[in-house]
C-alpha cells in the first residue's frame, strides 16, 4: 500500500476510535469518580455516562451525537516522504468518515452559515505539525464538540497577579462554564508566550493522560491544588451536582515578556475523544490507544 493511501486509512481508523471509544485513562477516572460520588444524583449522572460509554462500544457508534469538529496533531520525521500530501490524506478520510460512520456535518461557513457537509472546510480539520528526526509519523486526532470549546478562556493578567491570579482565573472559567461544557469535564491550562501560544498549548495539554500528572513536582503540585479546589465548586457531573466537577487538570508553559502574563484554559468535556497511531517504515501501524485493528 501506498504511503498516503496508509495515511488516509490510518487517519480514518483514528476519527472512527475517537468518535466510538474513550481511552482507558478517562474511562478508569469516570469509574473512580462514580465510586466515589456521594451524591446521589451526582452518582446517578455519572451512572449515565459510564452506560452509555459501554452502549456506544458494543453498537460501535459514536458515544455523542455531537461528533466535533476534528484537531490532527502530525508528528513527522524529517526523513517521511510525501509530507506535502498528509494534510490531502486526512482530508479524505474526514470526509469517508463523515459519510461511513457515521459523523453529524460540523463545518459552517460563518459567513454565508451553509456547512460544507463533510466536516472540512477552511482550517477545519486544523493541523499542528511537529518535525522531528527520524523516518516515523506520528498522527494524532483529538475531537472537541461545541459545549465544550465555548468556554475556553484566555486571560492577560498583571504579573503581579502571580499563581494566585493563575489559580483564580482557571476556578472563574470554571465556575462561569457550570454545567455547560457537560461536567466533569478536563482543563488544559497554559501559562506566558502570547494569546496564540497559550490557547494552543492549553488545548494540546488535553492530549496527556489523566494519569500522568506533570513531571515538573511544582507544576504537579499545582495541577493537584486546582484541580481539588475546582471539585470543590459543587458543580458536579453534569451540572447537577456532586464532588466531581473535573477530572483532571494538565498545566503548560512557555516563556513570557517582563511586561505580560497571559493564562489560557481550554475545556475538554467528559467524553474526552483522543486518539493516536504511529506509522513505521516499511508501512508498520502501531495504534497507541485502542487495539482495535
Known amino acids: 500500500m501506498e504511503q498516503v493511501d496508509l495515511v488516509e486509512n490510518v487517519a480514518f481508523n483514528l476519527i472512527n476510535q475517537a468518535v466510538v471509544y474513550l481511552p482507558e485513562d478517562v474511562k478508569k477516572a469516570l469509574k473512580r469518580a462514580y465510586d466515589e460520588e456521594t451524591s446521589k444524583i451526582g452518582k446517578r449522572q455519572l451512572k449515565i455516562i459510564l452506560d452509555n460509554i459501554a452502549l ?4 460501535k457508534v459514536p458515544l455523542c451525537q455531537d461528533t466535533g469538529i476534528a484537531k490532527f496533531y502530525i508528528r513527522a520525521g524529517a526523513q517521511v516522504k510525501k509530507l506535502d500530501e498528509i494534510e490531502r490524506e486526512i482530508l479524505r478520510a474526514m470526509q469517508r468518515a463523515t459519510r461511513d460512520i457515521p459523523l453529524r456535518p460540523n463545518a459552517v461557513n460563518p459567513f454565508t452559515q451553509k456547512n460544507s457537509g463533510d466536516n472540512t472546510g477552511r482550517f477545519t480539520p486544523s493541523f499542528d505539525w511537529e518535525i522531528v528526526p527520524g523516518d516515523n509519523l506520528e498522527l494524532t486526532v483529538m475531537i472537541k464538540g461545541g459545549g465544550s470549546e465555548n468556554f475556553g478562556a484566555i486571560g492577560m493578567l498583571s504579573p503581579s497577579q ?5 489559580k483564580k482565573f482557571v476556578i472563574d472559567t470554571v ?11 478536563i482543563l488544559g491550562v497554559a501559562i506566558g508566550g502570547g494569546t496564540e501560544i497559550a490557547t494552543k498549548l492549553a488545548k494540546k495539554a488535553l492530549l496527556r493522560p489523566l494519569d500522568k500528572p506533570n513531571s515538573d513536582p511544582s507544576i504537579a503540585k499545582l495541577e493537584k491544588e486546582i484541580f481539588e ?5 459543587g458543580i458536579g457531573p453534569m451540572g447537577m451536582g456532586g464532588k466531581t466537577t473535573i477530572l483532571g487538570v494538565h498545566i503548560d508553559y512557555a516563556h513570557r515578556h517582563p511586561a505580560t ?31 482495535l485493528f
Do not use: D, S
Not at 56 to 59: D, I, N, R, S, V
Not at 175 to 185: I, L
Not at 261 to 280: D, H, M, S
Open 261 to 291: 502574563f497571559p493564562v489560557a484554559v481550554a475545556l475538554n468535556c467528559w467524553a474526552a475523544r483522543r486518539a493516536t497511531a504511529k506509522i513505521g517504515t516499511e508501512g508498520k501501524v502501531e495504534y497507541l490507544n485502542h487495539n
Open 56 to 59: 456506544a462500544e458494543k453498537e
Open 175 to 185: 465556575v462561569k462554564a457550570g454545567a455547560q461544557p457537560c461536567p466533569p469535564t
Open 229 to 233: 479546589v475546582t471539585n470543590m465548586t
Open 162 to 166: 502571580g499563581i494566585l491570579g493563575i
